[in-house]
């Protein structure tokens, strides 16, 4: 199948991309794995950052002032400039798709407050933001006539001569790799938090696939270690309470009743504060009882829906048990900011994507307007790359190539059982990679995943029915999961230092000197990785240079 565009994956970023594409013309294609409404987007429930005309006591200076400093000096001043300044004109662009946010008592925009602002610039639907985004610009999509293949997952990015040249596929109705081919491909299929199964506020199919992919493709990846653990979701599930919660003046306090710690610090600090105090034989609890029935009701349902289904509580009479659980990655596919990487004609924004505006630690409610910002930077950029590009072969030897690896796992005979790997996995990672971290924890873990990848190859289908092969899927993610973590951990141990997220307790100072910029992870022959630290700007000199020739010449 031919298309101008490609887009992979059906969060906001996807989703806004290939509408964005569509748009100028083109014949788009939007590939999911599962359910378009299956996303990370699609439960993001807090809200939405901007400044609008009608926000009062903020500005575009504070809004970046705040991002730069959540980031612990590794965002790019430039890409959180451009974001933060489109932030209203993304408001206003939902606005007329259908969005129907809250609003106040003058009929504007309603914001509330959210960790590590100076200002109440969070636009939200109730506690369920992300859903209402997602399912607005989903129906947009359809009605502008962007093709949607649901239940197709991505193998591999298809080349001919060292050019892109569309994708391989798995079909998971019957199991059979095909291909599509594109001039102009866009990455967005989200983070890997899910590998931290068990700990993590993602389903498990947050693991990473477009990220080992591309790293598979010698694309380089950033700031694989800063992974950010939410600081208050349900104790045994992960099931996420929004920092909404909080943001409506939900108080966090220990058995004793003792609000310890500050409810709207940044993540990171208040997730280490939260597990500090539960070292000390502290349980933490969500306390909602002051706020009332109508406030909640009104503007925290889901939290309320949540603690009841999750944990059989009643937030409006009981305490509600909390813990930290992987959350947010802000590492990804290495990204200029338009986008591009380092492969011409493939662009990628979204959680998938390191596009330099969330640094060492995310603020709540940016990763939403990053994902509709970039996705929408991304599919312009697409556009203008299709328009000017030509299809190019695609080499049928790799999807066979393809075809025989799917045809192995489905007909080989399984020596061990995907749920348990995947359990144990999860586990590691939270216990050794969580968090806290050391050399040793980071070492012991790195060692459980090189033994897992071993193990892998003998994971092999039990049901050998090709039709909604559930198992083949998993088999598919738990190797892609292993290929993200190892570039995770490696990178851990190489930043000697605290920063953001990433606290180490054998390094916990900053370190200005060595460590002020980006990991980048690359890999070189077979399934060796080089990690090196580098800054942006020379990396993207030349970029620049070629695009604006290229631009006046063209």
Not at 18 to 33: D, E, F, P, Q
Not at 40 to 65: E, P, Q, W, Y
Not at 498 to 511: I, L, T
Request: net charge neutral; proline share 2%; hydrophobic share 40%.
């Amino acid at each position: 199948m031919l298309y101008d565009v490609i887009v992979v994956g059906s969060g906001i970023s996807g989703l806004y991309a290939a509408l964005t594409a569509k748009r100028s013309g083109l014949n788009v294609a939007l590939i999911c794995k599962s359910n378009p409404l299956r996303s990370n987007s699609a439960v993001a429930s807090g809200g939405i950052n901007a400044v609008l005309k009608s926000t009062r006591h903020d500005s575009c200076r504070d809004h970046i002032a705040d991002t730069l400093k959540g980031a612990d000096k590794l965002a790019r001043f430039s890409a959180v400039s451009s974001m933060v300044t489109g932030g209203e004109e993304i408001i206003n662009d939902l606005l007329s798709m259908g969005v129907v946010f809250d609003c106040n008592d003058e009929g504007d925009v309603a914001q509330r407050p959210f960790g590590g602002t100076k200002a109440k610039r969070t636009c939200y639907i109730a506690d369920k933001t992300g859903a209402a985004i997602t399912q607005t610009l989903l129906v947009q999509c359809r009605k502008e006539g962007v093709k949607l293949f649901p239940n197709h997952m991505m193998l591999s990015i298809a080349t001919f001569k060292d050019k892109m040249s569309g994708i391989t596929i798995l079909r998971r109705r019957d199991s059979q790799v095909i291909a599509f081919a594109c001039k102009a491909l866009v990455l967005a299929g989200g983070g890997y938090a899910g590998i931290y199964r068990g700990h993590s506020t993602n389903s498990q199919e947050s693991s990473g696939d477009v990220i080992a992919i591309a790293l598979r493709a010698k694309m380089r990846l950033s700031n694989m270690e800063f992974v950010q653990f939410h600081p208050t979701t349900l104790v045994g599930s992960g099931t996420l309470i929004s920092e909404a919660a909080r943001g409506e003046g939900a108080y966090i306090v220990d058995e004793t009743g003792e609000r310890f710690t500050d409810e709207l610090q940044t993540r990171d600090k208040l997730s280490r504060d939260i597990v500090l105090h539960q070292l000390k034989g502290h349980t933490v609890y969500l306390d909602f009882r002051h706020l009332g029935e109508e406030l909640i009701d009104k503007k925290l349902p889901s939290a309320r829906k949540h603690a009841l289904n999750g944990a059989g509580i009643d937030i409006l009479s009981e305490l509600l048990p909390i813990t930290p659980s992987a959350h947010y990655t802000m590492g990804g596919i290495w990204s200029r900011n338009d986008t591009s990487t380092d492969m011409e004609n493939v662009f990628a924004c979204g959680e998938c994507a390191q596009s330099g505006v969330h640094g060492a630690n995310r603020l709540g409610g940016n990763s939403l307007l990053e994902a509709a910002y970039f996705g929408r930077v991304a599919g312009t950029q697409a556009s203008i790359a299709a328009k000017k590009g030509v299809f190019h072969p695609i080499d049928y030897a790799q999807v066979a190539k393809e075809l025989r690896y799917v045809d192995m796992i489905i007909e080989g005979e399984s020596r061990f059982n995907i749920n348990t790997m995947r359990r144990n996995l999860g586990n590691n990672l939270y216990k050794n990679a969580g968090v806290f971290r050391t050399h040793d924890s980071l070492t012991n873990a790195l060692e459980y995943v090189h033994y897992l990848m071993k193990m892998s190859s003998g994971l092999c289908c039990v049901n050998k029915e090709r039709s909604d092969n559930v198992e083949l899927m998993s088999i598919i993610e738990l190797r892609n999961a292993l290929t993200v973590a190892e570039s995770m951990l490696m990178s851990a141990l190489a930043r000697e230092e605290s920063r953001g997220v990433h606290y180490r307790d054998d390094f916990p100072q900053s370190d200005e000197k060595n460590y002020e910029v980006d990991t980048i992870v690359r890999r070189l022959a077979g399934t060796f990785l080089r990690i090196t630290f580098e800054g942006h700007l020379s990396s993207d000199w030349w970029h620049r240079i070629r695009k604006f020739f290229h631009t006046q010449i063209g």
